[in-house]
């Protein structure tokens, strides 16, 4: 089934989608400029023998097939095998193209220029300039096209045009041309095939699994998240709290909880009160957010905020700033029975000097927030 879908995103040409191709060159774009290198070298080596094999076949022009070999080709391959690692993607791969074109064209062209009565015999190479150029090097499909299509076009005019050939070889050769220059390209049609194929099929199973990545990652999230206020809901405090009390650093642990909630709520509505427990749950978050600790809704009108600092020397100026935060949001609470006019909390805190035991953490500063109620709310006590 992965595979139906990746051959269905291949054109004719074997060209994967841009996103593709970018990300396979990502993966494999390394291990393929080395394997050009290599075959490069090895290629100009083997390439560079037939000049011994010109001496015998093509003696009448030995010194020019000589010169063009070792002053022509082997330069423009080592400039090649230079260049391969610093260019695009795509002008490396139609950089080869030219260099197999001039690999290919050469030979033919020393043959129609020489006189030699073996010079025939030099067609020989061909095939295994086109095996090198795409088997060996595996040229792109669509380059490989190109140049098998360019080769032959220019071997058939060459073996057509060239006087004295024997007209007994003529079709012979045509057909080992023709049958030469086929075979190679079905082969890199069925190995450039094979990769895109293959790669298109693990990209797109990659793409799921990253796909089902985020999705886990977001109903996580959403099982951490308060849905009315935003902000982490209990679960996520309670999965935090032991990681970070196990760590080293000194904490201060506040519960804040909403002054005369119930009587907001009575006088309002609970729409109304969603709303207020909304701003203020985005104040405690932002506040979290500037000292570098995290907050959360403990339930109700209940908040948690975990914070970095020693309970003995911030804890007060944590708490207090805390209480003046809320108070300047200016929210009105004309129903409060205690003669205040505006949304207030009351907060209880506790540090890990004490204990860094999560259930006795809670409970100590639980019990110093009703202290802070008992003493008349809109205030901080410590636990």
């Not at 080596?45 to 001496?55: A, D, E, G, K, P």
């Not at 197999?100 to 295994?128: C, D, R």
């Not at 009390?245 to 609970?270: P, T």
């Not at 907060?347 to 004490?354: D, E, I, K, L, M």
Request: overall charge neutral.
């Amino acid at each position: 089934m992965l595979h139906d879908r990746a051959m269905g995103r291949l054109d004719w040409l074997l060209r994967m989608p841009t996103e593709v191709e970018h990300a396979y060159e990502r993966d494999y774009g390394p291990d393929r400029i080395t394997h050009l290198r290599q075959s490069i070298l090895i290629g100009l080596i083997v390439y560079n023998i037939y000049n011994l094999t010109s001496y015998a076949l093509m003696a009448d022009i030995q010194p020019i097939t000589v010169a063009m070999r070792l002053l022509v080709l082997s330069p423009g391959s080592l400039i090649i095998f230079w260049l391969v690692p610093r260019m695009s993607l795509a002008w490396r791969e139609r950089m080869l193209l030219v260099g197999m074109l001039g690999a290919s064209l050469l030979p033919l062209w020393l043959f129609s220029i020489s006189q030699s009565p073996y010079a025939a015999y030099t067609l020989g190479e061909l095939p295994l300039v086109l095996l090198f150029g795409n088997m060996l090097l595996v040229l792109r499909f669509r380059y490989a096209l190109t140049f098998t299509g360019v080769t032959c076009a220019a071997a058939l005019l060459v073996v057509y045009t060239k006087p004295g050939l024997d007209p007994h070889l003529i079709f012979p050769v045509t057909v080992q041309i023709v049958s030469g220059l086929f075979f190679t390209l079905y082969g890199n049609w069925h190995t450039e095939r094979q990769r895109a194929r293959g790669y298109l099929a693990q990209y797109d199973a990659e793409s799921r699994a990253d796909e089902a990545e985020r999705a886990g990652n977001m109903l996580r999230d959403m099982s951490r998240t308060d849905m009315l206020t935003g902000i982490a809901n209990r679960r996520h405090l309670d999965e935090l709290l032991p990681e970070l009390l196990a760590g080293h650093e000194d904490l201060v642990l506040l519960m804040v909880d909403v002054d005369h909630f119930k009587a907001y709520n009575d006088a309002y509505g609970h729409p109304e009160g969603d709303v207020c427990l909304t701003r203020i749950a985005t104040t405690l978050d932002e506040f979290a957010e500037r000292h570098q600790g995290f907050a959360a809704r403990y339930g109700g009108e209940e908040f948690t905020l975990v914070l970095p600092g020693e309970v003995k020397t911030g804890g007060a100026f944590l708490a207090d700033r805390l209480v003046r935060a809320v108070r300047s949001l200016s929210l009105p609470h004309p129903s409060r029975p205690d003669g205040l006019s505006h949304i207030t909390v009351s907060v209880g805190y506790a540090g890990t000097g004490h204990s860094r035991d999560v259930k006795a953490l809670i409970e100590q500063a639980d019990r110093a927030l009703y202290e802070a109620k008992r003493a008349g709310r809109n205030l901080a006590r410590a636990g």
